[in-house]
């Protein structure tokens, strides 16, 4: 079992950045991919980042790609994601999300296992 801690959100101006930390305890997050998703009243979670896991290989949608990066520290056992010329459009639940496998990023849900319980992210215009 994997437990999951989003942290770093908050109330950010647009154009400015935030880095949420994804903290796993209970196990090491070493051996999975972890992705990030974000989800905003009535939609479905969106993928927005994934790593394997020894940070070799991420995955970012095109929606956010040039202005998120994923990263981990694995000695940390946290997974970041960097958000820098943050939109309105940005303004969601950020959730992190560990895989079962290590070396293949899903842009589904339904790859994911074990999931935090989301930290808010609110973007002023």
């Known amino acids: 079992q994997v437990q999951l801690v989003e942290s770093g959100g908050g109330l950010v101006q647009a154009g400015g950045s935030l880095r949420l930390s994804c903290a796993a305890s209970?196990?090491?997050?070493?051996?999975?991919?972890v992705g990030w998703f974000r989800q905003t009243p009535g939609k479905e979670r969106e993928f927005v980042a994934g790593?394997?896991?020894?940070?070799?290989?991420?995955n970012v949608a095109d929606s956010v790609k040039g202005r998120f990066t994923i990263s981990r520290d694995n000695a940390k056992n946290t997974v970041y994601l960097q958000i820098s010329s943050l939109k309105p459009e940005d303004t969601a639940v950020y959730y992190c999300?560990?895989?079962?496998?290590?070396?293949?990023?899903?842009?589904?849900?339904?790859?994911?296992?074990?999931w935090g319980q989301g930290t808010q992210v609110t973007v002023s215009s």
């Open positions: 999300a560990a895989s079962g496998i290590s070396s293949y990023i899903y842009t589904s849900q339904s790859g994911y296992h074990w």
């Open positions: 209970g196990r090491t997050l070493s051996s999975y991919t």
């Open positions: 790593v394997t896991w020894s940070g070799g290989t991420t």
